[in-house]
């Protein structure tokens, strides 16, 4: 048996592209036979799977679960949209989501969370995947709310399949009113969320320095009028107050109705009710928003995908 050594370790990752540990491993089941280590980890999926890490991932799909006043919302990426279609990927986003739900998790503690009972975790099973699929394959991000008494909401947009969609949205919702007032009006949040955007649930959640940001700008706009200072600040405050209805979700007009703000449509409910109904939360994940995606035309995305 060839000792291991670090160097021999790193000629295997070099050689792979795979982990360093996945490479001990591999090498140290195989005796130490590098080329024995290399067919270890094409079998076990695991070269395949480092070769494709540096691809770029923006595409894929949103899960959103909910259970027990708890949802969570999942992004996971692939190359190609035509991924978003296979069942293998989508049974495991969806399976990830639940795991979401289950517990307050971040990116790192969900891939180490063992995975639909199969003695794997969540990254062990995403690995396999990649090289089942033949993709690069990226747990990206994931949200969870949760309320003591209330009810989350959710809502999917392009649904793909249930639960599995575009754009993924939870609306978290305290209140000791009945699941007949919080379900529906939560679902009506929701789908406003989705459509508006927001960035922030109420005006003392702008952090400071995005409003002195916005501030510099609309300063330096009303400037240009040739009004006095004192003017000027007093059309600074009033075009904030425009920044606030595109912002903040309690400011905007309902998308719903059109009319009302956010804020008086929740009052409303609370009144119809008989009891407190407070937003005490939401998120909105889209797609592959923020992601850097390089520009490439169908012909190549289908000739990188036969030299893959």
């Known amino acids: 048996m060839a000792e291991i050594t670090a160097a021999l370790v790193k000629e295997l990752r070099d050689k792979t592209g795979a982990g360093m540990m996945d490479c001990k491993r591999a090498l140290g089941d195989t005796g130490g036979d590098l080329e024995a280590a290399v067919d270890w980890l094409r079998k076990k999926g695991l070269a395949a799977a480092a070769k494709k890490a540096g691809r770029v991932a923006a595409e894929g799909l949103i899960g959103v679960a909910t259970a027990d006043k708890a949802g969570a919302v999942v992004e996971v990426n692939s190359e190609t949209d035509f991924v978003a279609r296979n069942e293998l990927f989508q049974n495991f986003v969806r399976a990830v989501a639940g795991l979401a739900v289950a517990a307050e998790r971040d990116v790192e503690a969900l891939k180490s969370a063992s995975f639909a009972g199969n003695g794997k975790t969540v990254e062990s099973e995403l690995t396999d995947l990649i090289g089942r699929i033949g993709e690069n394959l990226v747990l990206r991000r994931v949200t969870r709310l949760a309320v003591a008494r209330g009810h989350v909401a959710s809502y999917v947009h392009n649904l793909v399949s249930p639960g599995l969609g575009k754009i993924g949205v939870l609306v978290a919702l305290e209140s000791t009113a009945g699941e007949d007032v919080l379900a529906p009006l939560g679902r009506q949040l929701a789908m406003h969320v989705a459509a508006a955007n927001p960035q922030y649930l109420d005006v003392s959640s702008v952090p400071a320095a995005a409003l002195d940001r916005e501030r510099a700008v609309l300063r330096d706009q009303a400037g240009t009028t040739g009004k006095s200072a004192d003017i000027v600040e007093k059309m600074v405050e009033g075009r904030l107050r425009k920044f606030y209805e595109e912002s903040v979700l309690l400011d905007q007009v309902f998308v719903i109705d059109g009319d009302s703000r956010v804020a008086k449509v929740v009052e409303a409910a609370a009144k119809s009710a008989g009891a407190p109904i407070k937003i005490a939360g939401f998120v909105r994940f889209a ?22």
């Not at 797609?287 to 893959?308: C, K």
């Open 287 to 308: 797609l592959g928003e923020g992601i850097d995606r390089p520009t490439s035309d169908f012909a190549a995305e289908v000739g990188a995908q036969l030299n893959s």
